[in-house]
């Protein structure tokens, strides 16, 4: 009820006041009981709750960040859910299901719902909250959340500098780049040709009809890659071999295939005008699946180097599908090249592949700095950045 006036009736004030009694109460009740949960718990074990929105095998980061907790001694609690059928049930495990974590690692974006159900939820059970910036969620939403947080980790030194200056977050911030675990490495030639022998991916190309003669001749000792004379011989790349190209992608909006498709188009013009014959043929291999599979599917029929066409929202994060490619940033000229258009990307691939692999020093190069970078390993980048954090 509502007085003339406009303001509340005595009934709902008292109602109003009692909500808030309840809520301090629960509020006291809570910081006392972790208070002795955390005594108990710090003799015994660390725990630490990972919280993903949607499918955790699509997020490799906040896989390795569960891996080197665990590797450290940690209990870890991981947590992935769907924001349209599960959203109370995150509620639920966070507050009844888990045991009192000493910190929630929480992925950011999406700041709705997650970051914002994470925070009451550390707010409530006194836990002490790290945010992985994977980019910045507010210029998506225009919502500034995380400001008062544990510690914040950032995948690049720009994301820092906003966070600390511009943001004025409080709680420690540390940049965790991202490096590649141990197990994330090329294959040698001889795993290439046995990987190929195995996996008929001629067959496969074979089905896309784009024609009888794209693929070179096959036989009992090749693949369309690779050669290898007698199993006793070395396996060799096969000098008529086409480029595999890979692109990692999840059909979404924020990654434009007609960037690649055109881009296609104009190496195929120029390398049928070229009267020499210098362009390899090139083979696109499109992974991933989303909501514009379908738009794309009928048009790629050709894909061998990698390429990411997931946009930064911000400018200052790192597209994840290019960590799912080669595991780290790109750096213009010296791991990787970088492109704004159809034109700029047509013109690199027209650059890369001109007169190959007679003409490869320029992959060679990157690929050598790419080899250095990834000497550096997930595990031991991790325990120095993130451990020296969880000291409380």
């Known amino acids: 009820m509502v007085d003339s006036d406009g303001t509340p009736s005595i009934s709902e004030s008292r109602i109003i006041v009692l909500l808030i009694f309840i809520i301090i109460v629960i509020r006291v009740v809570s910081v006392f009981l972790q208070k002795q949960a955390q005594n108990v718990a710090s003799i015994l074990v660390k725990n630490v709750t990972i919280v993903v929105l949607g499918d955790i095998g699509r997020s490799p980061r ?7 907790f665990a590797q450290n001694g940690w209990k870890v609690d991981l947590v992935g859910y769907d924001v349209y059928t599960q959203l109370l049930f995150l509620y639920w495990i966070l507050f009844a299901r888990i045991n009192s974590p000493n910190f929630i690692l929480v992925q950011n974006p999406p700041s709705i719902p997650t970051l914002m159900i994470v925070q009451f939820v550390c707010w409530a059970r006194q836990t002490n909250l790290i945010i992985d910036w994977h980019n910045f969620g507010y210029t998506i939403l225009g919502i500034r959340l995380g400001q008062d947080t544990h510690a914040h980790l950032t995948v690049t030194a720009a994301m820092h500098r906003e966070l600390m200056y511009k943001w004025e977050v409080q709680g420690a911030i540390s940049t965790l780049y991202d490096r590649p675990q141990s197990h994330f490495k090329k294959l040698d030639l001889e795993e290439i040709h046995e990987f190929l ?3 008929n991916l001629e067959e496969i190309i074979s089905k896309q009809s784009i024609g009888a003669n794209f693929l070179p001749p096959s036989s009992s000792t090749s693949t369309i890659l690779t050669t290898k004379p007698s199993p006793t011989s070395p396996a060799n790349y096969r000098s008529d071999r086409p480029i595999l ?31 020499q014959n210098t362009f390899p043929k090139l083979i696109f291999i499109i992974t991933g699946k989303g909501p514009l599979r379908d738009k794309y599917e009928r048009e790629i029929r050709c894909a061998d180097l990698g390429i990411s066409l997931h946009k930064s929202s911000s400018g200052m994060d790192l597209p994840m599908k290019i960590v799912d490619i080669i595991g780290e940033l790109v750096q213009h000229g010296k791991n990787g090249l970088i492109f704004k258009n159809e ?6 691939l027209i650059e890369l592949f001109n007169d ?26 991790w325990n120095r950045v993130v451990l020296p954090l969880l000291n409380i």
Not at 343 to 348: F, G, N, P, T, W
Not at 357 to 377: G, T
């Open 62 to 68: 906040m896989q390795y960040h569960a891996l080197s």
């Open 197 to 199: 022998t195995k996996f």
């Open 245 to 275: 190209i890979v692109s990692s992608t999840s059909w979404t909006a924020d990654e434009d295939f007609s960037i690649l498709l055109n881009a296609a188009k104009r190496y195929d013009q120029v390398a049928d005008k070229s009267s």
């Open 343 to 348: 034109e700029e990307l047509a013109r690199q």
């Open 356 to 381: 190959y692999p007679a003409n490869a020093s320029k992959i060679k190069l990157m690929r050598k700095h790419v080899d250095e970078f990834q000497k550096n390993r997930w595990d031991a980048n």
